[in-house]
C-alpha cells in the first residue's frame, strides 16, 4: 500500500523560504510520479508541480517553487521561495502511476498525503 506523508509545514514571514518534504512509503520514486498541491481555503485545489518516474519536472505555479527528489530517501521536496501572504494554504502532496499531467490538475492522483499547514504571515 502507497503511503505519502507531508513534513516541513509552519509558519514563515512574507519573504522567507520554507521546504516541505514527501515521504513515500510501499514504493518507489521510479514506480510513481509524485505532485505537490495546495489548497486555500476557499479556494479549489491547485498543482505546484509534479516530477515523474524518469526525474523530470514540471512546474504549474512559476519560478518560486522547486521540485526534487531524492531517490536514496524515497522523498520529494518542494523549495519554495518569496513566499507572501497568498500562500498560505495546506499543501499535499500525491502519487500518480503514470506521468505528470500537463495542467497538473490533481485529477489523476492517488494517493494523497494527508498535508501540512503553511501560513505566511507577519
Known amino acids: 500500500q502507497v503511503q505519502l506523508v507531508e513534513s516541513g509545514g509552519g509558519l514563515v514571514q512574507p519573504g522567507g523560504s520554507l521546504k516541505l518534504s514527501c515521504a513515500i512509503s510501499?514504493?518507489?520514486?521510479?514506480?510513481?510520479?509524485i505532485g505537490w498541491f495546495r489548497q486555500a481555503p476557499g479556494k479549489e485545489r491547485e498543482g505546484l508541480a509534479c516530477?515523474?518516474?524518469?526525474?523530470y519536472s514540471i512546474d504549474y505555479n512559476g519560478s518560486r517553487f522547486t521540485i526534487s527528489r531524492d531517490l536514496a530517501r524515497n522523498t520529494v521536496d518542494l523549495q519554495m521561495d518569496s513566499l507572501n501572504m497568498e500562500d498560505t494554504a495546506v499543501y499535499y502532496c500525491?502519487?500518480?502511476?503514470?506521468?505528470?499531467?500537463?495542467?497538473?490538475?490533481?485529477?489523476?492522483?492517488?494517493?494523497w498525503g494527508r498535508g501540512t499547514q503553511v501560513t505566511v504571515s507577519t
Open positions: 510501499g514504493a518507489t520514486l521510479e514506480d510513481y510520479s
Open positions: 516530477i515523474n518516474k524518469r526525474g
Open positions: 500525491a502519487a500518480r502511476p503514470d506521468y505528470c499531467s500537463i495542467l497538473g490538475k490533481p485529477s489523476g492522483f492517488d494517493p
